[in-house]
């Protein structure tokens, strides 16, 4: 059983930054994959980043450039380093891990990127 706890959401204004952090507790040595996704209001979840534990990484075209994910030394705790945000960035923001062969989800931190 793997518990997410999420950190760092807030109120930027367009152009500012943000990191959101996430750290797994509980069973987490058989995570495969960490990561971020997004919901907009009227809009589907979408995978913004991923990474695996092997440190390979996915960005979502929408933020590719202006965000990067990371992991932490004990591969438990990941990041999402967010630059240059935009208005249409508005969201709430979801952790997301695989632990085969179960899936797990944050409760959701919100990110409101002002004009």
């Known amino acids: 059983q793997v518990q997410l706890v999420e950190s760092g959401g807030g109120l930027v204004h367009a152009g500012g930054s943000l990191t959101l952090s996430c750290e797994a507790r509980?069973?987490?040595?058989?995570?495969?994959?960490m990561g971020w996704y997004r919901q907009a209001p009227g809009n589907m979840r979408e995978m913004v980043a991923t990474i695996t534990r092997a440190g390979m990484t996915k960005i979502s075209g929408a933020v590719k450039g202006r965000f990067t994910i990371s992991r932490h030394n004990l591969n438990n705790t990941v990041w999402l380093h967010m630059n240059s945000l935009r208005p249409e960035d508005t969201a709430v923001y979801y952790c997301?891990?695989?632990?085969?062969?179960?899936?797990?989800w944050g409760q959701g931190t919100q990110v409101t990127v002002s004009s």
């Open positions: 509980g069973s987490t040595s058989s995570i495969y994959i």
């Open positions: 997301y891990c695989e632990d085969t062969p179960y899936d797990f």
